[in-house]
């Protein structure tokens, strides 16, 4: 039994979007991630931190939730800025309860649990001091959904999943940061950022959490073990 993490699969079976376009390590990622998820047995669970599937619709991402179901465990899947099928999650959960996909739970306004330890997290969302209009909106809106996640951990161990970092080198961003701080969550998990952006990253413990970059190409899309 083992939890993992990886963000950005970036699925693409029915869509016209494979990242094997963009080259170097994208070339031949499906058999590069058919070969990482070999690791999974029936009693794990993955989180997958946003970027999911290119699908524009819960139909058109139809052969990528299938191709992600036959693998073995338990499916979190948590919402990046290229889900354009993410709808409502009792939408999400009819569909795939329509098509048989059995192994998914979504990771939205709520929190999950591994044994004891809350899997909280929200997709997040850029930060500016002087945000406006919709901008503005969209952060308030991940900002609560945070918040509610790490609520309804109650006083349980916390690992929080973005699919924004909430910091890298030169940004930070602190409504957020103060959040994982206050509900003293152990560790953030975080996608996003891809290619040269990898050594933005910050790694390690900052105020007592702890954060890791996670996207897939990162993790020579590998999934990370991060609990037995």
């Not at 993490?5 to 990622?29: I, P």
């Not at 139909?59 to 036959?70: V, Y």
């Not at 975080?190 to 040269?196: D, E, F, N």
Request: include cysteine; aromatic fraction near 14%; charged fraction near 25%.
């Amino acid at each position: 039994m083992a939890l993992y993490v990886m963000g950005d699969t970036h699925l693409s079976l029915s869509s016209r979007k494979a990242m094997d376009v963009f080259g170097g390590v994208w070339e031949g990622y499906m058999e590069k991630l058919t070969q990482g998820l070999s690791v999974l047995q029936p009693e794990d669970t993955l989180v997958i931190a946003g970027d999911v599937s290119w699908g524009m619709s819960l139909e058109e991402s139809e052969q990528d939730f299938a191709w992600l179901n036959a693998w073995p465990g338990r499916k979190i899947l948590l919402k990046g800025n290229h889900d354009y099928w993410w709808n409502t999650a009792a939408k999400m959960e009819r569909f795939f309860q329509e098509k048989g996909f059995t192994t998914f739970s979504i990771l939205h306004n709520n929190c999950l649990f591994y044994g004891d330890t809350a899997l909280c997290g929200t997709r997040g969302w850029f930060y500016e001091e002087e945000q406006q209009g919709q901008n503005a909106k969209v952060f308030n809106r991940e900002l609560l959904r945070l918040e509610t996640s790490l609520k309804a951990a109650g006083d349980a161990e916390k690992l929080c999943f973005l699919h924004y970092p909430p910091f890298y080198d030169g940004y930070r961003c602190d409504p957020i940061l103060e959040l994982l701080e206050r509900y003293q969550v152990r560790a953030c998990y975080y996608g996003h950022l891809h290619g040269a952006s990898h050594r933005l990253a910050v790694q390690g413990e900052r105020s007592g959490v702890v954060y890791r970059l996670i996207s897939a190409d990162f993790l020579k899309f590998r999934p990370e073990k991060i609990l037995e």
